[in-house]
């Protein structure tokens, strides 16, 4: 079973910088594709990178393509996101998710974690 917990959220200005951190605590998680997905007010939960399990393939949304990048550790059976250059319209809630690949597509399992906020001021 996998126990999601992410950190590394804050309050950023706009051109800086975080890295978010998604480790499993059911240490199973190095068996799944991840997903890091986020949600703003309003808006629905949108997915912003995946990555396979063996970390050999990635993808991104086409608003953080260039700034963000999804890696992991699976010694560490860890997630990460780093994210730079960030703007406003990327404050939201993130969360990992670990799910699979289906016809070359991200597909989100049932595991969540409980999410860290991501504030970016201009």
């Known amino acids: 079973q996998v126990h999601l917990v992410e950190s590394g959220g804050g309050s950023v200005q706009a051109g800086g910088s975080l890295r978010l951190s998604c480790a499993d605590s059911?240490?199973?998680?190095?068996?799944?594709?991840a997903g890091w997905f986020r949600q703003a007010p309003g808006k629905e939960r949108e997915l912003v990178a995946s990555?396979?399990?063996?970390?050999?393939?990635?993808d991104y949304a086409d608003s953080v393509k260039g700034r963000f990048t999804i890696a992991r550790d699976n010694a560490k059976n860890t997630v990460y996101l780093y994210m730079n250059s960030l703007k406003p319209e990327d404050t939201a809630v993130y969360y990992c998710?670990?799910?699979?690949?289906?016809?070359?597509?991200?597909?989100?399992?049932?595991?969540w974690g409980q999410g860290t906020q991501v504030t970016v001021s201009s």
């Open positions: 059911g240490r199973t998680f190095s068996t799944f594709a």
């Open positions: 990555i396979t399990w063996r970390g050999g393939a990635t």
């Open positions: 998710n670990a799910g699979g690949y289906f016809g070359g597509y991200y597909h989100g399992g049932d595991s």
